[in-house]
């Protein structure tokens, strides 16, 4: 998995700082300007106002990233106890995979204040996750047990606004990849969602 694939971005993101300059915390409002695929779920709604604390999500990082990749070893883990259904998708010795994941974290966190690097590299990468049959229900399951490897590792020091930062960046990664999504895939992923439903 190449993060820094090149694809052409589909939709336009903008960083747009003016409105949250008197809240340090608040590093940038990333906002659609171009509407999401018509035929898409996605295209209901336009994602606007989405601000990071991007120094707490850098602190909650700091605090439970292991030696050895060690937070992501332990999110597969979590992920396969919980979702067994999707361990035939990965290498059967899975640190690798857990390797490029702590890097790819730590490149979008890297990356947060630059719309267009998210929307090229998370585009492509969601193209290349679609090709390997990853559905929009998936996304969710990554995100909950990423989480819950980080509230395990964080122990006592992990708090709910921790959380909720890792929730909203999380779910952004996941919008845009899935944005990234050939057609034909992104119906396929949207119709096992409804059925799912």
């Not at 604390?53 to 919980?82: A, C, H, M, N, W």
Request: proline content about 5%.
């Amino acid at each position: 998995m190449h993060l820094m694939a090149e694809l052409t971005a589909e939709v336009l993101l903008t960083v747009n700082r003016a409105q949250h300059l008197t809240h340090p915390s608040f590093t940038c409002e990333i906002t659609v300007t171009q509407p999401l695929r018509h035929d898409s779920p996605r295209a209901t709604h336009r994602r606007q106002g989405l601000c990071m604390d991007k120094q707490l999500l850098e602190e909650s990082l700091t605090l439970v990233d292991l030696p050895d990749s060690g937070l992501t070893v332990r999110f597969y883990d979590i992920l396969f106890e919980r979702y067994p259904g999707v361990k035939p998708m990965f290498q059967r010795d899975t640190r690798v995979q857990a390797e490029m994941l702590r890097t790819a974290v730590v490149s979008v966190l890297d990356h947060l204040e630059d719309a267009e690097w998210l929307t090229t590299n998370l585009h492509a990468l969601g193209k290349r996750h679609a090709s390997l049959g990853v559905t929009r229900p998936m996304y969710t399951a990554v995100a909950e047990c990423m989480i819950a490897a980080m509230s395990e590792i964080g122990g006592e020091a992990w708090t709910p606004a921790m959380t909720t930062a890792w929730e909203e960046a999380l779910g952004a990664v996941a919008t845009i990849m899935l944005d990234g999504y050939p057609e034909e895939a992104a119906s396929e992923a949207a119709a096992e969602e409804s059925g799912a439903a």
